[in-house]
Nanobody, 121 residues
Framework: QVELQESGPGLVKPSQTLSLTCTVS??????????WSWIRQPPGKGLEWMGA???????YYSPSLKSRTSISRDTSKNQFTLQLNSVTSEDTAVYYC?????????????WGQGTQVTVSS
């Protein structure tokens, strides 16, 4: 059974950096050929793919967020991390990590439960 769990602060101040970690159990993040994504859903809006890290460590970002986003991993802990810089209230959302099993085609077989992040002073 594959499980993903997001963790991180629920409140971030404007202009600061949002940092979230996804801990994976039941599967290795280095197993071919999966990609591990960050997805968010702002209140009242749809899901937005933010970026992903592949099993070989390659990173992929949404063009609209690329300048502010960094995804990394710690294979010893089987975790991957999202950093989003210079946050504003527009970054308030539920953030999810998920496993993409079809090569960044947006087909996810496992999701974390999601974590609410609010950007506010």
């Amino acid at each position: 059974q594959v499980e993903l769990q997001e963790s991180g602060p629920g409140l971030v101040k404007p202009s600061q950096t949002l940092s979230l970690t996804c801990t994976v159990s039941g599967a290795s993040i280095t197993t071919a050929s999966y990609h591990w994504s960050w997805i968010r859903q702002p209140p009242g809006k749809g899901l937005e793919w933010m970026g992903a890290i592949g099993y070989r460590g390659g990173t992929y970002y949404s063009p609209s967020l690329k300048s502010r986003t960094s995804i990394s991993r710690d294979t010893s802990k089987n975790q991957f991390t999202l950093q989003l810089n210079s946050v504003t209230s527009e970054d308030t959302a539920v953030y999810y990590c998920a496993r993409d099993f079809r090569g960044l085609n947006g087909e996810y077989d496992y999701w974390g439960q999601g974590t609410q992040v609010t950007v506010s002073s």
